[in-house]
């Protein structure tokens, strides 16, 4: 039987964790979570860190027109094609450390340790990158550089996008000096993703190495609901026309759309813009943030037109005006079967206890999914704690992942060319 163990391949944890605890200082927040949210001066130093480190480790560094960043190692003939690993630096206003970063500095040690493991044959190329706004905090939509890359967006529809300030993704990349030219490399012959779980699966299971097997479908909203600002005093009740009132009923029938499939459908409302936002004023305008997952994609379509009629209904019953925006819509998919099936012998043969899943919220890598064949490794996140600046996880588990990492890169670097 093959040897999938990886021999030769020396990951240099020490090196692992010094970088990963330097780059998440920048940023970091007072109870040890990040605000570093995509083109910030956090992001850029985050970044700044990161290409020096693979500089000096002589990858050859270029910046495509919306940020993605891109560290090219050449193991094999210059013209073969090259594997991709990586994620995103960027967080959450008050997210954890691991999501995103983990992945970036983990692809960053396992090329590293590619260039210096001497005496092998590699068939490919090795690429560590850093995609620009996965998190989708600063700059709707999320996964917006991968998504570029991978065709869904254009460069200059991605670089258009506003923050709330009005400031473009174009102009936050200029300020970090990460408004590059560089043309994206080509379509990658793999694509592999380190990760959190940012769910308690794999925790409930003691399992230290999750294997996923695809995506959640997903629909988000952006719901305009325009009513009239008023004094909550002297303006009678039956002429108020109450934007928040409308936008509290929106939240609650958007949790009965949920309710009513018994948890096959998961539904939130995270954020909500009020105008003017006194508590003397009735509500002018309020913006409700909706999204909508399941794994099921008849469901999932079906679910959306009954959140898109409730707030048509409740709109017309306040007498106030709606404007929906559906910001994501995307499919539940799978990943490469070929690619699941070696993520998981990697961590049999490594010793670890590898379990298949499915991934709930949206990663870069389901972007990159119809482009080319992807996996992603997931390891536990305590507690299944996510988007919080309480997320841990232990170092055993993140050194677990490198070494799956390690050994799936391994193994694709040195598969045949296919002709
Ligand atoms: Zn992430």
């Not at 990460?178 to 959190?196: F, M, Q, R, T, W």
């Amino acid at each position: 039987m093959k040897n999938l163990t990886s021999p030769g391949l020396l990951l240099d944890m020490a090196a692992f964790h010094a970088l990963f605890d330097t780059v998440a200082a920048v940023g970091c927040t007072p109870l040890g979570g990040l605000n570093r949210v995509a083109a910030s001066q956090e992001d850029g130093q985050s970044r700044d860190l990161v290409c020096a480190w693979l500089a000096q480790r002589h990858f050859k560094i270029s910046v495509d027109r919306v940020g993605n960043i891109y560290a090219l190692l050449t193991l094999a003939d210059p013209t073969a094609p090259y594997v991709l690993t990586g994620s995103h630096l960027d967080s959450q206003p008050r997210g954890g450390r691991f999501d995103g970063a983990y992945g970036v500095i983990g692809a960053c040690i396992v090329a590293d340790a590619m260039r210096t493991c001497a005496q092998q044959q590699f068939s490919h190329n090795l690429g560590v990158v850093i995609w620009t706004n996965e998190e989708g905090a600063r700059f709707s939509p999320s996964m917006l550089g991968s998504g570029v890359f991978a065709g869904r967006y254009t460069s200059d529809f991605a670089l258009s996008r506003q923050d709330v300030h009005g400031v473009t993704l174009a102009q936050a990349l200029g300020q970090i000096g990460y408004l590059g030219d560089s043309e994206a490399p080509a379509v990658p012959a793999a694509y592999v993703e380190l990760h959190i779980e940012q769910g308690g699966l794999l925790e409930i299971s003691n399992a230290g190495i999750g294997v996923v097997e695809g995506n959640w479908g997903a629909v988000k909203y952006a719901v305009t609901l325009r009513g009239t600002a008023a004094h909550t005093g002297p303006t009678p009740m039956e002429q108020r026309r109450d934007a928040l009132l409308a936008a509290a009923k929106l939240v609650v029938a958007c949790r009965a759309i949920s309710d009513a499939t018994f948890g096959k459908l998961l539904t939130s409302v995270g954020r909500m813009d009020i105008e003017p936002n006194s508590s003397n004023v009735i509500a002018g305008s309020v913006t409700v943030y909706a999204d909508l997952r399941t794994t099921d994609n008849a469901l999932l379509i079906e679910s959306s037109l009954e959140f898109e009629r409730a707030a048509s209904t409740i709109a017309a019953d306040a007498k106030i005006e709606v404007d929906l925006q559906q910001v994501v819509n995307r499919s539940a998919g799978i990943f490469d079967a070929g690619l699941c099936t070696l993520v998981e012998q990697v961590a049999t043969a490594k010793g670890y206890r590898p379990m298949r899943l499915s991934t709930i919220a949206g990663h870069d890598a389901i972007a990159l999914c119809p482009l080319c064949p992807t996996a992603m490794i997931f390891v536990p996140s305590k507690d299944g704690i996510s988007h919080n600046e309480a997320e841990f996880t232990s170092s055993t588990d993140l050194e677990a992942g490198l070494d799956v990492l390690g050994g799936t890169l391994h193994e694709l670097l040195r598969k045949p060319l296919t002709p």
